[in-house]
Nanobody, 115 residues
Framework: QVRLVESGGGLAQPGGSLRLSCVAS????????MGWYRQAPGKQRELVAV???????NYADSVKGRFTISRDNAAKTGYLQMNSLKFEDTAVYYC?????????WGQGTQVTVSS
């Protein structure tokens, strides 16, 4: 099993940047796909970006061109670089490692975009 811990959230101004990290413990990190999700108040959790165990990336339309997902399998860490932040990016961000039959979640990190 994998345990995930996110960090890097905080307060940013519109147009600013933040970099989220997701550190995994346990074995098999490189075999899992990894995704970043977010949940704003009163809204459902939504997929932000995903990177497969083969390194293929996919993004929600709302973040394409602004966010970049990456991973360092040796460090068992995933990243989400967030640039050109907008008010509507405010949410709790969660990372997840998953396969077709297994999913682990982190505890979440708050991102607030405010002037």
């Amino acid at each position: 099993q994998v345990r995930l811990v996110e960090s890097g959230g905080g307060l940013a101004q519109p147009g600013g940047s933040l970099r989220l990290s997701c550190v995994a413990s346990g074995s098999g990190f490189s075999n899992y796909n990894m995704g970043w999700y977010r949940q704003a108040p009163g809204k459902q959790r939504e997929l932000v970006a995903v990177i497969t165990n083969a390194g293929l990336r996919n993004y929600a339309d709302s973040v394409k061109g602004r966010f970049t997902i990456s991973r360092d399998n040796a460090a068992k860490t995933g990243y989400l670089q967030m640039n050109s932040l907008k008010f509507e990016d405010t949410a709790v961000y969660y990372c997840s490692s998953f396969t077709a039959s297994y999913r682990a979640w982190g505890q979440g990190t708050q991102v607030t975009v405010s002037s």
